[in-house]
């Protein structure tokens, strides 16, 4: 799955999410003086993959990473715990990835390789292919 791929999926996604939004709480996210341009954790996902071919909002060079490579990246773990929230991952997964997001401490890395820890990229790649999303979004 190429970032194009996933943008499609992210787009058919829903927007709300609990536990993500529980979590950005939790670790003081919005807290921290700073006013986020997003106001999702999905419209986050899609200004991070805009412009794919180009710099996009982060204003990163230009790259070709599959998915899997992108989910390795992030460093904002309620950006991946929506993902695997949105994609019907277990609760217990997500109640555990979510615990050790917090124990992580304040650190942005900490937190998200605790939560790919508990939910790695192939869990996310599995949710996608379960729900038949994948096809889907090759249309």
């Known amino acids: 799955m190429n970032s194009k791929e996933l943008r499609k999926l992210i787009l058919k996604l829903p ?8 979590m950005e709480k939790a670790i003081g996210l919005r807290a921290r003086g700073r006013r986020a341009w ?35 990246h992030i460093q904002c773990a309620p950006m991946l715990l929506w993902l695997a929230e949105a994609l019907g991952v277990s ?8 615990k050790a997001v ?26 996608i292919h379960e729900k038949d999303h994948f096809k889907d979004s090759r249309a």
């Not at 999702?40 to 412009?51: C, F, I, N, V, Y």
């Not at 609760?91 to 979510?98: G, L, M, P, V, Y």
């Not at 992580?104 to 939910?119: D, M, S, T, V």
């Open 15 to 22: 927007k709300d999410s609990v536990h993500a939004e529980k």
């Open 38 to 72: 997003y106001k999702t954790q999905k419209e986050h996902w899609l200004g991070w993959l805009a412009e794919r071919d180009g710099t996009g909002f982060y204003g990163r060079k230009t790259w070709g990473h599959d998915a899997e490579y992108i989910y390795d």
């Open 102 to 127: 917090i124990a992580a401490g304040r650190n942005y890395a900490r937190q998200c390789a605790a939560l790919r820890r508990e939910i790695p990229w192939q869990v996310i790649a599995c949710a």
């Open 91 to 98: 609760e217990a997964k997500i109640r555990k990835a979510s």
